[in-house]
C-alpha cells in the first residue's frame, strides 16, 4: 500500500467521523418515529417544541408542542408523537388530535434521563410529516433513583 | 379513586377556542426503578387518556413511562355547544377513572 492510498483512507474515515454526529438520531429512535410515521420521513418545520434547554430536574419536566396549522376540517393536526433519544423506552407520549381541537398545541411534563435529543413529530391530515428536534441538558436524572431503604 | 384536577372555564362563546388542563394523582411507576427492598417496582402507569365533548372524541392520549408522575395534560378544543366533558384515564392494573365538567356555550 502507497502511503498516498493510506492518507486518502485516513481522510475518509474523518470525514465519517464528522458526518456521523449531524444524524445523531439514534437507530431506536429513528425505528420509533418510522412506526409512527408509517416509514415516511418527517420533514422539518411546522412544529415548535418549548423546552427549557437546561433542565435542573428530570423528573417533570414542562413541554409545550404547538403546530402552525388552521385546524380547519380540511386542513389540520391528526396526531402528535414525542420521541426520546436516551431514555429507557424513546416514546415519550402520543397525542390524538382532530379539527376540534381549535388550536394544535398540547402540554405535559415529561422525564428525561439525561442529556439528550428530543423529537416531536406532527402528522397532518394531508398525511404529511413535520418535525422538530431539540437537545437539553439534565442535570437530575430522572428513573434511576429508587426508594429510600 | 385517584384525586383529579381539571380546568375548564365554566362559559364560553360558540365557536371559542377553550383550555383544558387535566392532572390526576397517579404515581406512573417506571418499572425501571429499584424498590425499598433492591428489587425493581413492576410497572404501574397510566397508558391512555380521552376526552370526550357531548359523546364525541375531541382529544386522544397515550402515554408511556416518560411521563411524570401525577400526568398533566393540556390542551385545546372548540366550544360548539353546551354538554359535558367527559375526561377518562386508563391503565395498568385495571387502572379506570372517569370526570365529568359542565360547559355552558352562549351564543
Known amino acids: 500500500m502507497k502511503r498516498r492510498d493510506v492518507l486518502s483512507a485516513g481522510a475518509g474515515l474523518a470525514m465519517l467521523a464528522l458526518v456521523r454526529p449531524a444524524s445523531a438520531t439514534s437507530q431506536e429512535m429513528a425505528a420509533a418515529i418510522a412506526a409512527f410515521t408509517g416509514g415516511a420521513a418527517p420533514k422539518e418545520g411546522r412544529v415548535k417544541f418549548d423546552i427549557a434547554q437546561l433542565i435542573d430536574n428530570g423528573n417533570a419536566v414542562p413541554v409545550t408542542i404547538s403546530v402552525d396549522s388552521p385546524m380547519s376540517a380540511a386542513d389540520h393536526v391528526s396526531a402528535i408523537g414525542i420521541f426520546n433519544e436516551r431514555n429507557p423506552q424513546t416514546d415519550v407520549a402520543v397525542f390524538t388530535l382532530g379539527p376540534r381541537a381549535g388550536k394544535a398545541e398540547v402540554s405535559s411534563r415529561i422525564r428525561l434521563a439525561t442529556s439528550q435529543r428530543l423529537i416531536a413529530v406532527a402528522r397532518m391530515s394531508d398525511g404529511s410529516y413535520w418535525s422538530k428536534s431539540v437537545d437539553v441538558i439534565v442535570t437530575l436524572a430522572a428513573c434511576i433513583e429508587g426508594e429510600a431503604p | ?107
Not at chain 2, 425493581?40 to 392520549?61: H, L, S, T
Not at chain 2, 355547544?81 to 352562549?106: C, H, P, R
Open chain 2, 1 to 107: 379513586m385517584a384525586r383529579a384536577l381539571i380546568h375548564i372555564p365554566a362559559t364560553a362563546k360558540r365557536g371559542e377556542v377553550i383550555e383544558i388542563r387535566a392532572l390526576i394523582g397517579h404515581p406512573m411507576e417506571t418499572g425501571y426503578r429499584p424498590g425499598a427492598d433492591g428489587k425493581i417496582v413492576p410497572r404501574d402507569i397510566i397508558r391512555k387518556f380521552v376526552c370526550r365533548y357531548n359523546g364525541e372524541q375531541v382529544f386522544g392520549a397515550e402515554l408511556h413511562q416518560a411521563i411524570s408522575a401525577n400526568p398533566y395534560i393540556g390542551f385545546f378544543t372548540l366550544a360548539t355547544e353546551s354538554g359535558t366533558l367527559e375526561f377518562v384515564w386508563e391503565g395498568d392494573n385495571g387502572f379506570s377513572q372517569t370526570e365529568k365538567m359542565a360547559l355552558t356555550v352562549s351564543a
